[in-house]
């Protein structure tokens, strides 16, 4: 039988960008969580999105994997990034493009 800690460990791993959410990228079911989807849209970043609400063992699960007790979380080619206000304050100084470039994940040019 796989675990939650299994499964969510296979998406991070098999995926360059995964948001562990509530609610989808199209219906974010929290204000947190959208922020983080208009990041990742702004910068063109194409992500796995997982809706933790979906399923009681992921929710807790993904909480006890990071060692992190809020969602959303951010995870970029394995590792965790952080929930929305690190990701909002890496967004804001130009270090969030710049750890997806690093990664080797196009990042949209944006001007100003």
Known sequence: MTT??????????????VLFMKGTAQFPMCGFSGQVVQILDYLGVPFKGINVLDADDIRQGIK???????????YVKGEFIGGCDITREMFQSGELAELMKTNGITVRETTG
Do not use: C, F, G, R
């Open 4 to 17: 939650a800690h299994d499964k969510i460990d296979a998406e991070v791993k098999n995926n360059d960008v």
């Open 64 to 74: 006890d994997y990071s060692n992190w007790p809020t969602i959303p979380q951010l």
